[in-house]
């Protein structure tokens, strides 16, 4: 066939950055949770690996708020993209999206980014496994093979509390009747009066996957759920002496509060380290509002931002969302991140502020 015929694509792609969309649908999954879709008001391609995420740029009571959130949806439906939001008692965040967003409202996501995702594990046989809302990266990378005809054989393991706390659970049903290569396997742990299961009950344990997944140890497994969930299934695998590089999860959110520790611990350090010799300063830039300030070694550029009153967007503080993104113009800094930044981004001068220290002297744009 002759590309005579056929017009090259000329509407602009998503690339990891801060991005204005708009929310045009929100859909009710089940009595706590919704789904957001947007679009931008200019047609945007939103191309992304399944499984990554993008952090929500909001102010909430006149407090600027960061907050990350995996992307439901599959790139195969290419113009949006969704975020499926569980209501969490007491989140501050959460609820302020469920009580307020809603279709026509505009905001700023940061993204896409993660290592979690299908494109960089690829393999014929995987294992998705997911608790509660973690559902959702598992739920992308599915949609994409299910959408593009992948021959990937696919084994789709989701437990919930209830029945009724289960989510995309007629598309799971519609998806596992369309294709052989999609084996879906739902776990309630207790079903609530006036509803019926059949399926397993309680919670994932060795034989149930012997059941489900008799070769799981051939599979690559994708993994994302409640922290104590992750932690089992972390520990089921090892115990049967499981390849661990096979093993992915995902992992961002709030700081966790071992995190929090470090980072109270390491700033008690620094009130009670002894003054710096001023030769061993080191000065970092900000080339776009002009300002300079020298810090002491192993303080980072975020840190040294917020000295002089620049406030760098940061969400993670880990490495992770990706929203502390900076072009570094010239120096060098040692980054120790977790998947927030692209390989393309680093080749271009891009740091992650949070995570990234001057080795030397610096100068940043902004």
């Known amino acids: 066939m002759s590309n005579t015929f056929l017009n090259p694509v000329n509407t602009r792609t998503w690339a990891n950055g801060r991005h204005l969309?708009?929310?045009?649908?929100?859909?009710?999954?089940?009595?706590?949770?919704?789904?957001?879709?947007?679009?931008?008001?200019?047609?945007?391609?939103?191309?992304?690996?399944?499984?990554?995420?993008?952090?929500?740029?909001?102010?909430?009571?006149?407090?600027?708020?960061m907050r990350s959130y995996t992307i439901s949806s599959s790139p195969s439906?290419?113009?949006s993209f969704s975020l499926t939001i569980k209501r969490v008692p007491g989140g501050k965040v959460s609820n302020w999206l469920h009580d307020n967003l809603k279709e026509g409202d505009e905001l700023a996501v940061h993204g896409p980014v993660g290592l979690f995702n299908a494109m960089d594990f690829s393999n014929d046989k995987v294992l998705y496994l997911s608790g509660g809302v973690g559902i959702t990266p598992v739920m992308s990378m599915a949609r994409w093979f299910f959408d593009t005809n992948g021959n990937v054989d696919m084994v789709f393991v989701h437990s919930a509390r209830a029945p009724r706390d289960i989510i995309y659970h007629r598309e799971l049903r519609h998806m596992a009747s369309r294709i052989n290569n999609f084996k879906l396997h739902l776990i309630c742990e207790k079903y609530d009066i006036g509803e019926t299961w059949s399926g397993y009950r309680g919670y994932l344990n060795q034989k149930m996957l012997e059941l489900i997944a008799p070769d799981f140890m051939e599979r690559e497994v994708f993994c994302c759920g409640p922290t104590p969930y992750m932690h089992a299934v972390k520990r089921l695998l090892e115990a049967n002496g499981f390849d661990m590089r096979r093993y992915h999860e995902e992992s961002f959110g709030a700081t966790p509060p071992e995190a929090r520790a470090d980072a109270l611990e390491h700033a008690e350090q620094a009130?009670?380290?002894p003054e710096v010799d001023a030769a061993d300063l080191l000065q970092v830039e900000f080339t776009t509002t002009g300002k300079s300030i020298r810090v002491a070694p192993g303080e980072t550029v975020h840190a040294a931002a917020a000295k002089l009153g620049l406030h760098i967007p940061k969400?993670?503080?880990?490495?992770i969302c990706g929203t502390c993104k900076v072009l570094k113009t010239a120096g060098e800094?040692?980054?120790?991140?977790?998947?927030?930044?692209?390989?393309?981004?680093?080749?271009?001068?891009?740091i992650l502020s949070c995570c990234s220290v001057p080795k030397g002297d610096v100068s940043i744009e902004y």
């Open 21 to 65: 969309v708009r929310c045009v649908k929100v859909i009710q999954e089940t009595w706590d949770v919704r789904t957001f879709c947007f679009m931008a008001d200019q047609p945007i391609m939103f191309f992304f690996k399944p499984g990554q995420f993008v952090t929500l740029e909001l102010e909430i009571d006149g407090q600027p708020i």
């Open 77 to 79: 439906v290419p113009y």
């Open 271 to 273: 009130a009670e380290a």
């Open 315 to 319: 969400a993670c503080g880990m490495g």
């Open 333 to 350: 800094v040692e980054m120790e991140h977790n998947g927030g930044i692209t390989d393309e981004d680093v080749a271009e001068g891009y």
